[in-house]
């Protein structure tokens, strides 16, 4: 996070706004130049024997490849696709939502590169922008788990199921699929691996804070058995908002910490130094 942070007070003034809608427009152009003539389309695939020829226009020019035939599905589904960029973008900020789709973008031309000079395949069909935008559909998923939306628009579904439904259908296409499909899968996918790694204090799931905190419940419940969860204790007397309703609690502002006290000690408990 402070590496994004610093990044965005330097780079943050080039980040473009509204990137949900221009990904859109990208593939409605796309979709015209193959209603026109769909032979151009070949021309525009992210394919590294032909960039390594010169077509060095490809490296722009796959982004606006549609992931899908034109349909009403697909029409919806490009809107959903821009309904959660949008919400995306407001949520994190222009700065990092360019961050997360090129970055997804970087990646995958990576990876065609990579098939090539490895395996010596050109995989241009395999690599667009498809699985770039379901990385997109899983961040929402886990910045918004709760939020409710209508499979079919009929039946109501959390998006951290269907998040959970599309992480299985990448694992059956990963186990099923050619070396082509395995690699546009993974390099489009390590935004969102990257991303989350980054903006998620991963410091709590080490073996030594796990243990810690498991430490601290344990001390917790055997110097507090049977009082339940509680807001207030009295450092004196150990008298919880459970033990009444007439008490009342107050933090001491001449204590060295955060130290509580019930209304019969608040003026008359000795002040606790640091150094005693």
């Not at 593939?27 to 525009?44: F, H, K, Q, R, T």
């Not at 821009?82 to 973008?105: D, H, P």
């Not at 019969?264 to 000795?270: R, S």
Request: charged share 15%; net charge positive; hydrophobic share 45%.
């Amino acid at each position: 996070m402070d590496f994004l942070n610093k990044m965005e007070r330097k780079f943050g003034k080039y980040a473009i706004p509204n990137l949900p809608a221009i990904l859109i427009a990208l593939y409605v152009a796309g979709y015209i130049i193959e209603l026109i003539n769909s032979n151009v389309i070949w021309y525009l695939y992210l394919s590294p024997t032909m960039i390594l020829r010169g077509q060095i226009w490809r490296l722009v020019t796959w982004v606006i490849i549609p992931p899908y035939s034109l349909d009403v599905f697909v029409i919806i589904t490009l809107y959903f696709y821009f309904s959660i960029g949008k919400t995306l973008e407001r949520t994190w900020g222009v700065f990092r939502f360019n961050v997360y789709i090129f970055s997804g973008m970087l990646f995958t031309i990576i990876g065609a590169f990579l098939l090539y000079f490895i395996a010596h395949v050109d995989g241009a069909y395999y690599f667009s922008t498809y699985y770039v935008c379901m990385s997109m559909f899983l961040a929402f998923a886990v910045t918004y788990p709760d939020m409710q939306v209508l499979l079919m628009f009929i039946i109501p579904i959390k998006m951290k199921w269907l998040g959970i439904l599309y992480g299985a259908l990448l694992l059956a296409s990963l186990v099923q699929g050619n070396i082509a499909t395995r690699v546009a899968i993974v390099v489009s996918l390590l935004n969102f691996v990257i991303y989350f790694a980054m903006t998620r204090n991963l410091f709590r799931y080490s073996p030594h804070e796990i243990h810690r905190r498991n430490e601290f419940n344990r001390k917790v419940k055997k110097v507090q058995p049977n009082k339940g969860n509680t807001r207030h204790r009295c450092a004196v007397c150990g008298r919880t908002e459970k033990d009444g309703d007439h008490l009342e609690f107050r933090y001491c502002s001449k204590c060295e910490g955060n130290y509580e006290y019930c209304q019969d000690h608040l003026f008359t408990h000795q002040h606790k130094r640091k150094n005693m």
